[in-house]
């Protein structure tokens, strides 16, 4: 009974050993799962995506690895090693759709069966946020994702771009963050890379944790935004950090609790048509950034500047507004080293520009050239104009006596820095005259000057030109000119009322000046071809200085002999024209106030190449080509003696054919025959 005791005994213990040895504390998991990829709310094209895990087991080296998407078994892998990475592709096409599809991972160890944590794909180019855009195959080609929805209280972020060749086009859609998040579109490289990113059509608003942003990129390059909107944040509505060589178009940064725009460190960007207004600190904010572009910016109602250009160098700000801003429209905080250039903008701020830190000198003008001006009118640009919200300011109320639309003077900007073509309040531009005659035909036989009065009563000779038209410079308002032609006034006083550019940019003037046509002859009605005329004027005027006395009279018809001066200036008192030939001489004269035409009768014998009967040779038509009649048969060709002559022909081809043909036969054949023939006569005659 001892016995069977203690082998009952030893037999429990080992059972309860065993069982020792093999049991896993009460909730103490032996698999873990973690890499989990794709990110959760991954958005992807790829209908049949990869799916990844690494499974850490304690208990075995091997595991099992399933793959759910929708809760429907889409793949395993059997025997995966431990504790290394797993990728399953799902195993049958996945549903195109906006609305995400949840998926997990089954491990199965010698403990049991695990679930990972539970995440959502999309599937397709419409997605709904949150929502992470990929592209596995991004080194090969470029993904287009387009939102398809707006979302108010998104977490944050609500859209993130970890791959590059992508586009998110939010179909102008609204994307707002909920209570006390940060980011709208999230955009973060560990490294500077091109991205080749592009992001488009958004709007994001209402980011209010301390940092919100409605965009933040970082160590981004050749990225394109564009058509954005981000604003009601309550830090910046975009931030660029380390991010060079991106293009920013049509972004609109306003009413965000600090700045517009902050960039930090970020060079050769982009910016046009670009508005930062009504944020709390500032709109635009470089920070030690360089050689950027920004072209058709405005900053206004900006609490403090419109730019707070910090420790930045060799940028280019034109064709850009800074208008009521609170504490300047730009504050030069140590920048400019090398120089920053403005020109071409509108500064019209209480304070335009303020400094700080070390003064560099900077760059306010460019080269006079031709453009559209910001502010006052004209088709020439070279620096700023500069106002303040009162209406005066040196470019409202600084000389420019030529009205040539640029101050007279220089204007110091601050310490060693001018706008040397600082704008003024003319509207200049170029005005371009057409000077023609009664006919409509340019003033080319002399030169024509246009007199201008300008509208602050100045009066100068503007326009001296021999082809009858060219181009001078004008403001804007009312002015007058008159046309000056052979040393005669050949208009009335023209008046140009409220002149202004565009306008009115060329004039066209039909003036007072007419043709005179000179006939000569003699009493005998013979043409006189070959006179001289010379061609004077009552108030001594010197045509010969303009090659247009004395000249030849050339035949017109048979009694007459011409010539037409066809541009004179109008002439109330009188011409003179004398016409000589063969030393006989005779002038007439006339008034010129429309075309006219006299004539000139020299006296009878007159030598000269004409004669009564001369006529002038006449241009003979040119004769018709006589058509040449195709070749025939005619009336004395006789046919019977063309069919004779081929006969002849065709017979003594075949005679002498027939004489040509060659006996082939043998001497002896000849023989045989000729005795054959014999024996047959013999036998015939018995």
């Known amino acids: 009974m001892k016995f069977k005791s203690c082998v009952l005994l030893i037999v429990l213990l080992a059972s309860l050993l065993s069982v020792l040895l093999v049991q896993v504390p009460q909730g103490k998991a032996t698999v873990t799962i973690s890499g989990l990829l794709p990110s959760d709310n991954a958005i992807t094209l790829d209908t049949t995506p990869d799916f990844k895990c690494t499974p850490i087991s304690n208990v075995s080296s091997a595991v099992n690895v399933t793959l759910y998407v929708n809760n429907v078994a889409s793949g395993t892998v059997t025997n995966a090693a431990n504790n290394t990475q797993v990728t399953i592709t799902c195993n049958h096409t996945l549903t195109v759709s906006d609305v995400k599809k949840s998926w997990f991972f089954n491990v199965t160890d010698a403990n049991g069966t695990f679930k990972s944590d539970v995440r959502n794909i999309g599937i397709g180019a419409y997605f709904k946020v949150p929502a992470v855009l990929t592209n596995p195959n991004a080194s090969r080609e470029h993904w287009t994702y387009y939102l398809n929805a707006s979302a108010a209280n998104a977490s944050s972020p609500a859209i993130s771009i970890p791959d590059n060749n992508i586009t998110l086009n939010g179909q102008y859609y609204t994307v707002s963050g909920a209570s006390g998040m940060d980011t709208g579109v999230s955009i973060s490289r560990s490294s500077a890379v091109n991205t080749n990113i592009i992001v488009a059509n958004i709007t994001l608003s209402n980011w209010t944790s301390y940092w919100g942003c409605g965009l933040v990129a970082q160590k981004v390059k050749n990225a394109t935004f564009i058509n954005i909107i981000a604003q009601s944040c309550t830090d910046r509505g975009l931030t660029l950090l380390d991010c060079d060589y991106n293009t920013l178009t049509n972004i609109t940064a306003n009413n965000n609790g600090r700045n517009g725009i902050f960039f930090d460190q970020s060079d050769f960007n982009t910016f046009t048509n670009f508005a930062a207004n009504s944020n709390g600190y500032n709109g635009f904010y470089p920070f030690y950034s360089n050689s950027n572009t920004f072209t058709n910016v405005t900053v206004s109602n900006n609490n403090w500047y419109g730019f707070y250009l910090y420790h930045s160098s060799s940028n280019t700000i034109k064709n850009s507004n800074f208008k009521n801003n609170g504490l300047a429209g730009i504050i030069m905080s140590s920048a400019g080293n090398p120089a920053n250039i403005f020109y071409n903008n509108l500064f019209n701020n209480t304070v335009n520009v303020a400094w700080e830190g070390t003064i560099y000198v900077n760059y306010w003008n460019t080269t006079k050239q031709s453009g559209t001006r910001i502010n006052s009118l004209g088709d020439e640009i070279g620096g700023n104009f500069w106002t303040y919200p009162n209406g005066t300011g040196p470019s409202n109320t600084e000389s420019d006596a030529n009205c040539d639309g640029f101050l007279d003077g220089t204007l110091q900007i601050g310490v060693n820095n001018y706008d040397y073509l600082a704008y003024s309040r003319f509207k200049a531009w170029s005005l371009t005259f057409n000077l023609k005659d009664n006919a409509g035909s340019l003033l080319t036989a002399s030169s024509t000057q246009v ?109 007459h002999a011409r010539y037409v001066w066809s541009q004179l200036a109008n002439q109330t008192s009188t011409y003179f024209v004398t016409a000589s030939l063969g030393g006989q001489s005779y002038t007439g004269s006339t008034a010129l106030t429309g075309n006219k035409a006299i004539t000139l009768t020299l006296p009878s014998g007159t030598s000269s190449p004409s004669s009564p009967s001369y006529t002038p040779p006449q241009e003979q038509p040119v004769q018709p080509a006589i058509p040449q009649a195709p070749i025939s048969p005619g009336p004395e060709f006789d046919y019977g003696t063309l069919v004779l002559a081929a006969v002849i022909i065709v017979a003594l081809g075949a005679g002498v054919a027939g004489v040509a043909k060659t006996d082939k036969r043998t001497t002896s054949q000849k023989l045989r025959e000729k005795w054959k023939k014999k024996t047959r006569s013999k036998v015939r005659r018995y």
């Open 451 to 559: 007199y201008y009065t300008y509208p602050n009563g100045t009066t100068a000779m503007t326009l001296n030109t021999t082809c009858g038209t060219g181009s001078f410079r004008v403001t804007n308002g009312t002015s007058y000119y008159k046309v000056k032609y052979q040393g005669q006034w050949v208009s009335e006083n023209v008046t140009l009322s409220n002149l202004n550019y565009p306008t009115t940019t060329s004039v066209t003037k039909n003036c007072w000046v007419y043709s005179l046509t000179v006939y000569v002859t003699d009493s005998n009605h013979e043409a006189k071809s070959g006179a001289t005329l010379t061609l004077t004027r009552s108030d001594g005027y010197n045509y010969t200085a303009d090659g247009l006395s004395p000249v030849t009279a050339g035949y017109y018809n048979s009694t």
